[in-house]
C-alpha cells in the first residue's frame, strides 16, 4: 500500500507542477481554431513544396491536439485534397511542436529540452519529407489514397472532423470576442481536454510508478550511462521503441521522459522518445486501418528513421555548444501543493477553465462530447462553423 501511495503521490505532485500550462495551451490552441477554418487549412497544403511544409508545420502547432485526432485530422485533410507530406508534417507539429508541450518540458525537464523540441521538430519533419520524395512511389500513396476513401474508423474522428470556427466578416479580434468566438473557443478547450484527458491520466499513473518502483540502476544498466559516447549512440535508437511499448502519447509521455532523463537515458534519446508520441501501436494500427499495411509499415521505417536522426541532431548540436544539461541534477517533482507561483498560477487558470467548461455546457457542449468518436463521414455534419450560439 505503501509503495501505491508513494507513485500516486510523484504523479499527483507532476500533475500540479503543469496544470496551468496546460491549460494555457489548449486555451491558445482553442483562440486560433475559433478562428481559422479546416478549409483554409486543406487549401494552404496542396504540395509539398519546403513553403507549404514551413506553412503545414506552423498550422499544426497552432491546432494542438493529441495524438489520435491529429491522426485523424491528418487523414481528413489527405482525403479533402491536402499533399500526403504536408498532411503528415501538419500531423507531426500538432501534437510535437505546440505550446503546452514546450511549457511542460521546461517546467518538468528544463528550458533546453523545450529549445530542442523546436529545434529537432523542423528537422524531423524535413528529414521525413526528403525520405518521402526518395521512398514514397506513386503506386503506394495511390493506395493509401483508395484505402483512406473508405473511411474506416480509427479513433477521435468526430473530434478531428469537426470545425467550430467562426464564420462571417471581421477582423480576428472581433470574431474572437464575439459572443459565437468565445463559445467557439470553449468548445474546442474542453474538446481537446476530453480528448487527451485519458492519456494524460495514463501518462502520470505510469510515470509516478516506475519512479516509484523502478530502481535508477535499472535504467542506468539499460542507457549505458558509464559509456558515455554509447549512450549517446543508443538513446535516440533505443527512445522511440520505449516509447511504441508504452502506449502512451502526446503529453502524456512528458512525465515519463522526466524518469527516463534522471535514469540516464541521453539527451537526444529524449527528444527522440518524444516525438514517437505518433507510432505507438495503437495509432500504428489506425494507420493499418486508414492507409492499408503496406503505408502503415512504410510510415513506420520513415517516422522512426526521422526521428532516430533528429534525436542525433539535437544531442551533438547542443552538446557541441555545452546546452545539455547536468543530468546528476534531474529531479522528479514530489513537492506537492506549496504556496508558490505555481499555485497561484494554478488557481488563476483553474478558474478560467471553469467559465470555459461553464460555457460548453450551456451552449450544447454535452451533445459534442457524445459526437467525438463518430465515424469519419458520418459526421460531416458536425464539421459546422458556429453561426450563433446554441
Given at each position: 500500500m505503501h509503495a501505491i501511495l508513494h507513485a500516486l503521490s510523484i504523479a499527483g505532485s507532476m500533475t500540479w507542477e503543469i496544470t496551468w500550462?496546460?491549460?494555457?495551451?489548449?486555451?491558445?490552441?482553442?483562440?486560433?481554431?475559433?478562428v481559422v477554418h479546416k478549409s483554409t487549412v486543406v487549401r494552404l497544403l496542396g504540395d509539398d513544396r519546403p513553403r507549404t511544409l514551413a506553412v503545414a508545420s506552423a498550422l499544426g502547432a497552432a491546432s494542438s491536439s493529441c495524438s489520435y485526432a491529429a491522426v485523424a485530422l491528418a487523414r481528413s485533410l489527405f482525403r479533402k485534397g491536402a499533399n500526403f507530406t504536408a498532411?503528415?508534417?501538419?500531423?507531426?507539429?500538432?501534437?510535437n511542436l505546440v505550446v503546452e508541450l514546450g511549457v511542460i518540458l521546461a517546467l518538468l525537464l528544463g528550458w533546453q529540452f523545450t529549445a530542442a523540441e523546436f529545434v529537432g521538430g523542423p528537422v524531423m519533419i524535413l528529414l521525413l519529407a526528403l525520405l518521402f520524395r526518395s521512398l514514397l512511389r506513386d503506386r503506394l500513396l495511390q493506395e493509401a489514397r483508395e484505402q483512406a476513401e473508405f473511411g474506416r474508423a480509427g479513433s477521435m474522428e468526430?473530434?478531428?472532423?469537426?470545425?467550430?470556427?467562426?464564420?462571417?466578416?471581421?477582423?480576428?479580434?472581433r470574431r474572437l470576442l464575439s459572443r459565437q468566438g468565445v463559445t467557439s473557443v470553449s468548445h474546442v478547450f474542453v474538446m481537446e481536454w476530453?480528448?487527451?484527458?485519458?492519456?494524460?491520466?495514463?501518462?502520470?499513473?505510469?510515470?509516478?510508478?516506475?519512479?516509484?518502483?523502478?530502481?535508477?540502476?535499472?535504467?542506468?544498466?539499460?542507457f549505458f550511462v558509464d559509456h558515455p559516447l554509447a549512450a549517446k549512440l543508443w538513446g535516440p535508437l533505443v527512445g522511440p521503441l520505449v516509447?511504441?511499448?508504452?502506449?502512451?502519447?502526446?503529453?502524456?509521455?512528458?512525465?515519463?521522459?522526466?524518469?527516463?532523463w534522471k535514469g540516464g537515458i541521453s539527451f537526444g534519446g529524449v527528444v527522440a522518445f518524444i516525438f514517437a508520441d505518433l507510432l505507438i501501436l495503437p495509432i500504428l494500427n489506425i494507420y493499418r486501418k486508414y492507409y492499408g499495411t503496406r503505408m502503415a509499415l512504410f510510415l513506420l521505417g520513415t517516422f522512426y528513421a526521422a526521428m532516430v536522426a533528429a534525436g542525433y541532431v539535437v544531442e551533438f548540436v547542443f552538446g557541441g555548444l555545452g546546452l545539455v544539461p547536468n543530468q546528476r541534477e534531474?529531479?522528479?517533482?514530489?513537492?506537492?501543493?506549496?504556496?508558490?507561483?505555481t499555485t497561484w498560477l494554478n488557481i488563476a487558470f483553474l478558474l478560467l477553465a471553469l467559465g470555459l467548461v461553464v460555457r460548453f455546457f450551456r451552449t450544447g457542449g454535452a451533445a459534442m462530447l457524445r459526437m467525438m468518436g463518430g465515424a469519419p463521414d458520418a459526421d460531416e455534419h458536425a464539421g459546422h462553423e458556429h453561426q450563433g450560439d446554441h
Open positions: 500550462a496546460l491549460i494555457l495551451g489548449f486555451l491558445l490552441s482553442a483562440v486560433v481554431q475559433a498532411a503528415m508534417a501538419f500531423e507531426i507539429a500538432s501534437t468526430g473530434h478531428a472532423a469537426m470545425d467550430m470556427s467562426v464564420a462571417g466578416p471581421g477582423s480576428f479580434a476530453a480528448a487527451i484527458l485519458k492519456d494524460l491520466v495514463i501518462g502520470l499513473l505510469i510515470a509516478g510508478a516506475i519512479a516509484a518502483w523502478v530502481p535508477d540502476s535499472f535504467w542506468q544498466a539499460f516509447a511504441i511499448a508504452s502506449f502512451v502519447c502526446s503529453i502524456g509521455n512528458v512525465p515519463l521522459a522526466v524518469v527516463l534531474a529531479e522528479i517533482p514530489m513537492a506537492g501543493v506549496e504556496w508558490n507561483y
